[in-house]
């Protein structure tokens, strides 16, 4: 369900979180699994879900490649 996907890209990160602690936490902000989501969360609920998240990372950019480097 997404859940363990979840698990394991935050074991890459060095945490160890359960999947029921996982599966509470995106119900407690209204995240449904991923195939319910597909079918219930409308784009503006997302945007509003992840608006934080995604303001805070927006402006971190780093060029890694750039033509002119050739």
């Known amino acids: 369900m997404g859940y363990t996907r979840i698990q394991g890209a935050l074991a890459n990160l060095g945490h160890e979180v359960g999947r029921g602690t996982i599966a509470n936490i995106l119900r407690e902000y209204g995240v449904d699994p991923a195939p319910e989501r597909d079918k219930?969360?409308?784009?503006?609920?997302?945007?509003?879900t992840h608006l934080e998240c995604m303001a805070a990372t927006d402006f971190f950019t780093v060029e890694v490649f750039s033509p002119e480097d050739w």
């Not at 219930?40 to 509003?48: A, D, G, I, Q, V």
């Open 40 to 48: 219930r969360m409308r784009w503006s609920t997302f945007l509003r």
